[in-house]
Nanobody, 118 residues
Framework: QVRLAESGGRLVQAGGSLRLSCAAS????????MAWYRQAPGKERELVAT??????TYVASVKGRFTIFRDDAKNMVHLLMNSLKPEDTAVYYC?????????????WGQGTQVTVSS
């Protein structure tokens, strides 16, 4: 069982920056994909960014503002968020997916709250 722990969420003013971090209990090198999701009040959970090896993808609303990157030596994945907007307010979740021969393992952290004030 892989444990993921997010940190870095807080209240920030619009236009500001934050770096979220996700610490994994085991090597992320074994994961097929790491990702950040977010869920705003009353909305469904949304995929924000993914990283597979060094390939990254982003939802359109954060492209050019957010950057996902990994530190395999520390088993961590980060999300650097710049030019934050009030609509970025949400609980942000770290996700890890690993494919084995007979199943897909899907792990989640507890989330970290990001609040962007206007």
């Amino acid at each position: 069982q892989v444990r993921l722990a997010e940190s870095g969420g807080r209240l920030v003013q619009a236009g500001g920056s934050l770096r979220l971090s996700c610490a994994a209990s085991e090597s992320i090198f074994t994961m097929n994909r790491m990702a950040w999701y977010r869920q705003a009040p009353g909305k469904e959970r949304e995929l924000v960014a993914t990283i597979r090896a060094l390939t990254t993808t982003y939802v359109a609303s954060v492209k050019g503002r957010f950057t996902i990157f990994r530190d395999d030596a520390k088993n961590m994945v980060h999300l650097l968020m710049n030019s934050l907007k009030p609509e970025d307010t949400a609980v942000y979740y770290c996700n890890a997916v690993r494919f084995t021969s007979d199943r897909t393992e899907n792990y989640w952290g507890q989330g970290t709250q990001v609040t962007v004030s206007s």
